[in-house]
Each structure stands twice: as structure tokens, then as C-alpha cells.
């Protein structure tokens, strides 16, 4: 039962494990970027900005996306990371905290997540092979949601931000510290 893509199962990991993994620190994910943009929009939904009616867009597909992940969860019997009510408070403070900064700092945000989770999508759909076929699709389709998201936040002046180099590697050191626990805890 060993395997799903071709040897790319971490050492200490059996097939259910991987996905139990996988879906924990994802679902995880969806919700830290639900409530990211849930935090942009209380600051710059009200004010009805050029960039209002993408976040309201961005923020329906991220829901989309924790709906199925959540979904998947209950169906395969994993178990959520204890973490969700920590990525609950930080994920808006995140969203609300950048949005305050200007709408290019949210942008900035935007692309820093989006970048992270575009290369942890694209490790797991890696890892992925045909006994898992359906949840690669879901992982690939999501990660396209993903770019154009990153997109966005590009086209609309990310780089433009305050202190951007310093704010993005902020940022992504902090998602990929929240990958990595997710995926454990
Ligand atoms: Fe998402
Ligand atoms: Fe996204």
C-alpha cells in the first residue's frame, strides 16, 4: 500500500500518513487564507478601493477551497491540526495588519502567500501519483487558483510596498513555518 508518486514518500511516512499530512496542513492553509482576506477586506472592502471587488473574489475562491479540503477530511478521517484557532486569529491579523500598511502591502501579502503555497502545492502534486489521482487534480486546480492570486497582487503593485523585500521574506518565513507545523501537529 506503499506509494503514492514514484519514491517520493518521506522515509517516515506510509501512504495514509502522507495524505493525512497533506490534508491537515492544507485545509490548515485554506483557512489561514480565508481569514487573510477576510482581515483585507474589513480594512479595504469598506473604503470600495480598485482592488475591493478582487479581494471579494479572491476570498470566495479561498472559502472554495477550505470547503473541499475540509470535506476531504471528515470523508478520509484526518485529523485537523490543533492549530486552526491560532491560524484563525493570525490569519486575519495578517490580512488586516497589511491591508493597514496600504493597499500595496496587502497586495505584497498576497503575493508572498500565494508564492509559498504555489511551491507547496506544486511538492505535493509531485508526490502524488495515480492511486491518488483526484486529489492531484484538486491540488493542481487549486494551485492555478494559486498563481492567478499571486497575479493579482503583481499586476496591483506589490512590489511598490513599503519595504517589500524585507515585508515578503517576513511573510513567507512565517507561512512556511506554518507548513511545517500544520503538517505535524
Ligand atoms: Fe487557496
Ligand atoms: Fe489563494
Known amino acids: 500500500?506503499?506509494?503514492?508518486?514514484?519514491?517520493?514518500?518521506p522515509g517516515d511516512l506510509d501512504h495514509a500518513g502522507l495524505i493525512d499530512r497533506f490534508l491537515r496542513v492544507n485545509q490548515a492553509g485554506e483557512l489561514g487564507a480565508v481569514r487573510i482576506y477576510q482581515g483585507q477586506r474589513a480594512i479595504l472592502g469598506r473604503k470600495g478601493g480598485p482592488t475591493a471587488?478582487?479581494?471579494?473574489?479572491m476570498a470566495e475562491q479561498e472559502q472554495e477551497h477550505l470547503d473541499t479540503f475540509s470535506h476531504l477530511i471528515g470523508e478520509r478521517r484526518t485529523r485537523p491540526t490543533v492549530l486552526s484557532p491560532l491560524w484563525h486569529l493570525a490569519g486575519f491579523a495578517l490580512g488586516a495588519g497589511t491591508a493597514l500598511l496600504g493597499e500595496k502591502a496587502a497586495m505584497a501579502c498576497t503575493v508572498a502567500v500565494e508564492e509559498t503555497i504555489d511551491e507547496h502545492y506544486a511538492r505535493q502534486a509531485e508526490q502524488l501519483g495515480e492511486d491518488e489521482a483526484a486529489l492531484k487534480d484538486t491540488i493542481r486546480k487549486f494551485r492555478e487558483d494559486e498563481i492567478e492570486h499571486r497575479d493579482i497582487g503583481l499586476a496591483h503593485g506589490a512590489e511598490q510596498a513599503p519595504a517589500y523585500p524585507l515585508l515578503s521574506s517576513a511573510i513567507k518565513g512565517g507561512c512556511r513555518l506554518a507548513i511545517w507545523l500544520s503538517e505535524r501537529i
Not at 500500500?1 to 514518500?9: C, N, Q, S
Not at 471587488?53 to 473574489?57: A, I, T, Y
Open 53 to 57: 471587488p478582487l479581494l471579494k473574489r
Open 1 to 9: 500500500m506503499r506509494k503514492t508518486g514514484d519514491d517520493a514518500i
